[in-house]
């Protein structure tokens, strides 16, 4: 059945290109996801705040090529998109920064971020959500991007703010922690946005 509008991103444009690398800052880079980073990335989840937030944990080398697979082949089907935050200068994994839930009928995704703790506290990940919106904006075509996080989460929500998202409002019992159902801030930011 065809719709009556115009897709606000056109279907395949993303999967017919190359996920590219995103500066950051003059140190840091976001970079699509690879093999190599299975270890780092296992020690990342073994953070108790990253499994707090995130609900899940990875016990081998094994699971973590899946996830990253998983999360490479997210490109190509354009349903999300994930990127490592690394050091340039000796690709330390830094942390990760993803657009979720891609709509590309309504221009549209939803972020997801952690750091590793010892890249915490320095507004990175805040510089690494502008940066990446700045390129869904302005390259994607994406119209709008929402940030959702647990109301019990406040650096999340500082993030978010520092981003320049605006709270939008909050969902409750909208999703599962590990310690039960957490009422979930909404913050959005539009292309058209200053």
């Known amino acids: 059945m065809p719709y009556l509008i115009t897709s606000a991103i056109a279907e395949r444009s993303l999967a017919q290109s190359d996920q590219p690398s995103i500066r950051v800052s003059d140190t840091a880079v976001l970079r699509p996801w690879q093999l190599s980073d299975a270890d780092p990335l296992i020690l990342a989840f073994e953070d108790p705040a990253i499994q707090r937030w995130h609900t899940r944990r990875l016990d081998s080398v094994d699971e ?28 330390a994994l830094l942390g990760r920064v993803a657009l979720k839930q891609l709509d590309l009928l309504d221009g549209s995704a939803g972020f ?31 119209r709008r991007i929402e940030i959702e996080h647990s109301t019990a989460n406040p650096a999340s929500c500082q993030v978010a703010r ?6 939008e409002g909050v969902r409750r019992g909208a999703a599962q922690h590990t310690d039960g159902w957490h009422d979930m801030c909404m913050h959005g930011r539009l292309a058209t946005d200053p």
């Not at 082949?73 to 994930?82: F, I, V």
């Open 64 to 91: 973590a090529h899946v996830l990253i697979a998983k999360w490479s082949a997210g490109w190509s089907t354009e349903r999300e998109c994930h990127w490592a935050l690394i050091t340039e200068d000796s690709q």
């Open 162 to 167: 520092k981003a320049g998202f605006t709270v």
């Open 112 to 142: 997801a971020y952690w750091m590793v703790p010892a890249a915490r506290g320095r507004g990175l990940c805040a510089d690494a959500v502008v940066a990446l919106s700045e390129w869904a904006f302005r390259d994607a075509g994406f």
